[in-house]
Every structure is written in structure tokens, then in C-alpha cells.
């Protein structure tokens, strides 16, 4: 696959993943990105920390900030969400 044709598909993942619900998992396996349907409701990207507590209740656990930026982890039962300040980075599904 061309470089170009490459950054394309990757700016067409990252569009889509930016668009709709996040309820998909984003793969790169071999430089191919893949989109695959998780089933779980997670936080979106840019979340605060009481909007996430708020719509999906106390996390089970919560991780101390590390670094700087301070980053924080909240464990849910099916997901983990990853934050920077009080804003979510990531949501990743538990594997089942």
C-alpha cells in the first residue's frame, strides 16, 4: 500500500472514530486499520471526569495521576478510561 493511500485511510479511521459513538475498538495490525464493533458504550474522547462519573457511575477503581501531564485511569467492569487533567485521552474495551 502507497504511503499516501496509507495517511488517506488512516484520516478516514480517525474521522469516523471522531463522528460516531465510541462503541468500536480501533485496530492496526500489519499498518492496516480496522474498525471492530465492540458492543460496549464508552466515554468519548475529551470527556470531563464528572460527566464521565455522572453517565456511567463511580469506576470501580481509580489509578493515582502519574507524570506530567498527570494521567489517571478509571476501571470500569467492561472498559478502562484513560484521562490527562480531568479530560478523557482513551476508552478501551476489557478484552472478554
Known amino acids: ?19 460516531a459513538p465510541t462503541v468500536a475498538e480501533t485496530l492496526a495490525i500489519d ?10 458504550e464508552t466515554p468519548q474522547r475529551g470527556s470531563t471526569m464528572t460527566a464521565v462519573e455522572a453517565r456511567f457511575g463511580v469506576p470501580a477503581n481509580k ?7 498527570p494521567i489517571t485511569k478509571w476501571f470500569y467492569p467492561n472498559f478502562v ?10 476508552a478501551v474495551v476489557s478484552a472478554s
Open 1 to 19: 500500500m502507497h504511503a499516501r493511500t496509507l495517511k488517506l485511510v488512516s484520516m478516514i479511521a480517525a474521522g469516523f472514530a471522531l463522528a
Open 31 to 40: 499498518g492496516q486499520v480496522a474498525i471492530k464493533p465492540s458492543g460496549v
Open 63 to 69: 489509578s493515582s495521576p502519574v507524570g506530567n501531564p
Open 81 to 90: 478510561v484513560v484521562f490527562e487533567h480531568d479530560k478523557v485521552l482513551h
